[in-house]
């Protein structure tokens, strides 16, 4: 597709059930990230991923989340035994490969997947 | 720790005037800044950037400005239009790293 996808657009949960979202970036981007959106406040990372490379997981608040790429394309991010708290919208996005060695640091953004747990 | 700092939650502002959003960072290590825009129910869309070895970027309404040694740029858009109604994040990287740090975002109306 033309941008970034991500499913499901709406999940509802009960507390302790593990959760899975999926993002699909832009086609030929290289680097892909996950951010977190409470309500009123700007989204804050989680990890990110070159390639398939996990570079950075410094954001992930603890390990019930986890983070995948394997084949360097489509990502899924996992919440085990999801919490209240985590309820949230989630939000993937991509950029593309640096042009001349610079990276102009512009993330594509998906409409989100809005997680409620109950 | 927030590092980036939007101090203004709202901002209204009459069409034809010049809206001007704010932003401040606590990181000295940050050389790379940029603005994005969200309508409600959409992902934020990127708007305009700047390095750190400028002081101001332009791009049609919208301009830019950064003052390092105060560690604040602002975005200004002139004319505003009702368009321009969204909520407005600014966000900053270092150079070698891709992790954006995102304000909490200042929404703009703009009335008739």
């Known amino acids: 597709g033309a941008g970034v996808s991500q499913s499901p657009r709406y999940k509802v949960t009960k507390r302790g059930q593990d959760v899975a979202l999926r993002c699909d970036p832009i086609?030929?981007?290289?680097?892909l990230y996950w951010y977190r959106q409470a309500l009123g406040q700007g989204p804050e990372f989680l990890t990110y991923?070159?390639?398939?490379?996990?570079?950075?997981k410094s954001g992930l608040p603890n390990d019930r989340f986890s983070a995948e790429r394997p084949e360097g394309s489509i990502s899924t991010l996992t919440i085990q035994r999801t919490e209240q708290r985590d309820s949230a919208m989630y939000r993937c996005?991509?950029?593309?490969?640096?042009?001349?060695?610079?990276?102009?640091?512009?993330?594509?953004f998906g409409e989100g997947s809005r997680l409620t747990v109950l | 720790d927030q590092q980036v700092k939007q101090n203004s939650p709202s901002l209204s502002v009459q069409e034809g005037r010049i809206s001007i959003l704010n932003c401040d960072y606590t990181?000295?290590?940050?050389?790379?800044f940029l603005w994005y825009k969200k309508y409600p129910a959409e992902g934020p869309t990127f708007l305009i950037s700047i390095s750190s070895i400028k002081d101001k970027n332009e791009d049609g309404r919208f301009t830019v400005f950064l003052n390092k040694s105060a560690k604040h740029l602002s975005l200004h858009i002139v004319p505003s239009q009702p368009g321009d109604s969204a909520v407005y994040f600014c966000a900053a990287s270092r150079y070698n790293t891709d992790k954006l740090i995102f304000g909490t975002g200042t929404r703009l109306q703009v009335f008739p």
């Open positions: 996005a991509s950029s593309p490969p640096p042009s001349g060695g610079t990276n102009t640091g512009e993330l594509f």
């Open positions: 991923f070159n390639y398939e490379a996990q570079q950075d």
């Open positions: 990181n000295s290590m940050f050389d790379y």
């Open positions: 086609s030929g981007h290289v680097s």
